[in-house]
Antibody, heavy 122, light 107 residues
Framework: QVQLQESGPGLVKPSETLSLTCTVS????????WSWIRQSPGKGLEWIGY???????KYNPSLKSRVTISVDTSKNQFSLKVKSVTAADTAVYYC????????????????WGQGTLVTVSS | AIRMTQSPSSFSASTGDRVTITCRAS??????LAWYRQKPGKAPKLLIY???TLQSGVPSRFSGSGSGTDFTLTISCLQSEDFATYYC?????????FGQGTKVEIK
């Protein structure tokens, strides 16, 4: 059974960089698309972007200038960086699997991590 | 970005009720729609994708229908674990976007 687990600091100062890692167990990371999604009271669920482990990435235009998603296949992990954060980036961050594979992305999410709360505050 | 609008935002129901939640897309998305259930403090769980395909392991009391811009999620016989918040999400184009959620509460 595939399991995903987010990790990273729960508190980030304004203007700094938010960094999170998702560790995937129970399956190879190289065969699927992997996304980051966040949830805040003000904006609901927001898709941030995905990576396919050939380094193919796609980002939400609303965040594209500040976001980087990368992958480390040797560790079965993928990561999120959001630079120049503000209070508006305070949210629960989820990593999730898109069940699409080499042929095409599916676009929906069948496995999710438990989520990690990141608060932006000085 | 495509806007997804759910209705109602919340409602009350009883165990055993048949309930329907509606999701409307701001443009034609074909059948590229997914539904999720989220319990408090937990991640969303995929119920349905491609508008009407039941995800493996999801009980058959859940069903989805619709195409184009109007979609529905129906729960035929509400169970205790179904009191939760439901979200629709299109998978037609980028960026993927979600509805604002429909909370199903106990009457």
């Amino acid at each position: 059974q595939v399991q995903l687990q987010e990790s990273g600091p729960g508190l980030v100062k304004p203007s700094e960089t938010l960094s999170l890692t998702c560790t995937v167990s129970g399956g190879a990371i190289s065969s699927y698309y992997w996304s980051w999604i966040r949830q805040s009271p003000g904006k609901g669920l927001e898709w941030i972007g995905y990576i396919y482990p050939s380094e193919n990435t796609k980002y939400n235009p609303s965040l594209k200038s500040r976001v980087t998603i990368s992958v480390d296949t040797s560790k079965n992990q993928f990561s999120l960086k959001v630079k120049s954060v503000t209070a508006a980036d305070t949210a629960v961050y989820y990593c999730a699997r898109d069940p699409g594979g080499y042929i095409a992305v599916a676009g929906y999410f069948d496995h999710w991590g438990q989520g990690t709360l990141v608060t932006v505050s000085s | 970005a495509i806007r997804m609008t759910q209705s109602p935002s919340s409602f009350s129901a009883s165990t055993g009720d048949r309930v329907t939640i509606t999701c409307r897309a701001s443009q034609d998305i074909g059948s590229y729609l997914a539904w999720y259930r989220q319990k408090p403090g937990k991640a969303p769980k995929l119920l349905i994708y491609a508008a009407s395909t039941l995800q493996s392991g999801v009980p058959s009391r859940f069903s989805g229908s619709g195409s184009g811009t109007d979609f529905t999620l129906t729960i035929s016989c509400l169970q205790s674990e179904d009191f939760a918040t439901y979200y629709c999400q299109h998978h037609y184009s980028y960026p993927r976007t979600f509805g604002q959620g429909t909370k199903v509460e106990i009457k």
